[in-house]
């Protein structure tokens, strides 16, 4: 454990910790049991060396999340304290803005029915498929690229409406844009972009079928584009972006070094 003792006037003694306490997501890290019994708002250093408060317990936690000052798409400001660099332009932090405007929140909703028709019959086929695949290949099975992840990469690209077969290239670039890194590295907003353009792509590819043969989320905004007039102002990078973003938030795990929630300081610099 990193520790440095930080006095000052009137103040006692306390840890300053390096965050993440543990780049493993699969053992709790030690410091975790006395944070919570003796500091459950600690004074942490982040990845990229900014200070921040870090809360490790349910109820502090919870009160942060629901507290409207702790605004994600603040966390994107220049000069603000950070977890870790930002892997994507600093303006897509702020989707969720564009998601609530313009009727794009119930298309979203509507699309991400799990109920909606199809979609259990699609996915239990889809299983099906893959688990024959594994066992036609034999033991040792790697059930996370054999199943798991074009199972997920399956159910997403239905929701959205776009290939499975161009699954590949849309988790590749997930790697990248998941990336905890200390500073932006380059390309890291090459990667963003490429994307972008896929997506805007069957956006003009659902724009181009009838009516009734469009498909997922992009189908619903290519009807948007069409009959709505408040949606008039948004573009085709834009609705591209919802869908980049919830592919991305849906089909990646949270990278390895933000499994504990680190809550940035509201009233300014520690």
């Given at each position: 454990m990193s520790v440095?003792?930080?006095?000052g006037p009137g103040t006692e003694e306390r840890p300053l910790l390096d965050f993440p306490l543990s780049r493993r997501g699969d053992v709790l890290p030690q410091e975790c049991a006395w944070l919570r019994e003796k500091a459950p708002v600690a004074r942490v250093r982040t990845l990229t060396g900014d200070p921040?408060?870090?809360m490790s317990s349910y109820a502090l936690a919870k009160q942060v999340r629901e507290d409207e000052r702790f605004s994600l798409k603040d966390t994107a400001n220049a000069g603000v304290?950070?977890?870790?660099?930002?892997?994507?332009?600093?303006?897509?932090?702020?989707?969720?803005?564009?998601?609530?405007?313009a009727g794009l929140r119930g298309a979203m909703m509507k699309a991400l029915n799990p109920r909606q028709q199809g979609l259990r019959?699609?996915?239990r086929a889809r299983a099906g498929e893959l688990l024959d695949a594994l066992v036609a290949e034999g033991g040792p099975a790697d059930l996370r690229a054999g199943f798991a992840d074009p199972?997920?990469?399956a159910l997403h690209c239905q929701v959205l409406g776009v290939p499975f077969e161009d699954r590949r290239r849309l988790m590749s670039g997930l790697d990248v844009a998941f990336t905890?890194?200390?500073?932006?590295?380059?390309?890291?907003?090459?990667?963003?972009?490429?994307?972008?353009?896929?997506?805007?792509d069957r956006l003009n590819d659902q724009l181009a079928l009838a009516p009734e043969e469009r498909t997922g989320l992009l189908g619903r905004f290519a009807e948007l584009k069409e009959a709505d007039p408040e949606s008039a102002h948004l573009t085709d990078a834009m609705f591209a972006t919802v869908a980049v973003s919830l592919f991305g938030a849906g089909r990646s795990p949270p990278p390895r070094s933000s499994r504990s929630r680190c809550s940035r300081c509201s009233s300014g610099p520690s």
């Amino acid at each position: 454990m990193s520790v440095e003792r930080l006095e000052g006037p009137g103040t006692e003694e306390r840890p300053l910790l390096d965050f993440p306490l543990s780049r493993r997501g699969d053992v709790l890290p030690q410091e975790c049991a006395w944070l919570r019994e003796k500091a459950p708002v600690a004074r942490v250093r982040t990845l990229t060396g900014d200070p921040a408060r870090l809360m490790s317990s349910y109820a502090l936690a919870k009160q942060v999340r629901e507290d409207e000052r702790f605004s994600l798409k603040d966390t994107a400001n220049a000069g603000v304290p950070r977890q870790y660099a930002l892997t994507i332009p600093s303006e897509v932090v702020n989707n969720m803005g564009n998601i609530n405007s313009a009727g794009l929140r119930g298309a979203m909703m509507k699309a991400l029915n799990p109920r909606q028709q199809g979609l259990r019959d699609l996915l239990r086929a889809r299983a099906g498929e893959l688990l024959d695949a594994l066992v036609a290949e034999g033991g040792p099975a790697d059930l996370r690229a054999g199943f798991a992840d074009p199972f997920s990469a399956a159910l997403h690209c239905q929701v959205l409406g776009v290939p499975f077969e161009d699954r590949r290239r849309l988790m590749s670039g997930l790697d990248v844009a998941f990336t905890t890194a200390r500073e932006p590295f380059a390309d890291s907003a090459l990667n963003w972009y490429k994307d972008v353009g896929y997506f805007a792509d069957r956006l003009n590819d659902q724009l181009a079928l009838a009516p009734e043969e469009r498909t997922g989320l992009l189908g619903r905004f290519a009807e948007l584009k069409e009959a709505d007039p408040e949606s008039a102002h948004l573009t085709d990078a834009m609705f591209a972006t919802v869908a980049v973003s919830l592919f991305g938030a849906g089909r990646s795990p949270p990278p390895r070094s933000s499994r504990s929630r680190c809550s940035r300081c509201s009233s300014g610099p520690s």
